[in-house]
């Protein structure tokens, strides 16, 4: 009983690869010595010299009686304090749309419709797929809901987290992308 290839077929294979390595061999490099030549006697390319660094001013932050830039202005704090008192939160059993799944960086306003007395927005999604939006409608993981449409523009008004444990709404826009 046989196993493997018959000793004819593996002599076979074995001239095959010493005629294919040996047609590999040719010494005769005359044209690559001349283009090695030829290249090395090109006229050398000049570098420029670096840009001169200029030097930035220093500037020494003293608190004095400046207010912290991390801390939030009395009017940011007293408007997260009246939305606190007034509830302010998204509504954890509404039902979420499809465009809230996407940041608002990554839509993209294409265009509008306007159909009787309604102005729809088209929006494209990273995906291409693209959207048709109303004012009411949601968009962006912000639970921003849109207030208004325009020709060139989307206004929505966001419900984001202020830092202390409530919410606040914030104005945000998706400009019309040409």
Request: charged residues 30%; hydrophobic residues 30%; aromatic residues 6%.
């Amino acid at each position: 009983m046989k196993h493997g290839p018959s000793r004819g077929g593996a002599v076979l294979s074995l001239l095959l690869c010493a005629g294919v390595i040996g047609g590999c061999s040719n010494r005769d490099m005359r044209d690559l010595n001349r283009y090695v030549d030829e290249v090395k006697s090109r006229k050398q390319g000049e570098i420029e010299p670096l840009p001169e660094i200029k030097q930035i001013e220093t500037f020494a932050y003293r608190a004095d009686d400046r207010r912290s830039p991390f801390e939030p202005t009395e009017q940011e704090r007293a408007d997260d304090q009246v939305q606190q008192q007034n509830g302010l939160a998204p509504d954890p059993n509404r039902r979420k749309e499809e465009l809230e799944s996407y940041s608002l960086d990554s839509l993209r306003m294409v265009g509008t419709l306007k159909r009787e007395e309604t102005i729809w927005a088209l929006v494209r999604t990273q995906d291409k797929t693209i959207y048709r939006v109303k004012a009411g409608n949601y968009m962006g993981q912000n639970h921003g809901q849109i207030t208004h449409i325009d020709e060139n523009d989307i206004e929505l008004t966001e419900i984001v987290p202020n830092g202390q444990g409530g919410y606040r709404e914030r104005q945000a826009s998706l400009a019309l992308k040409e």
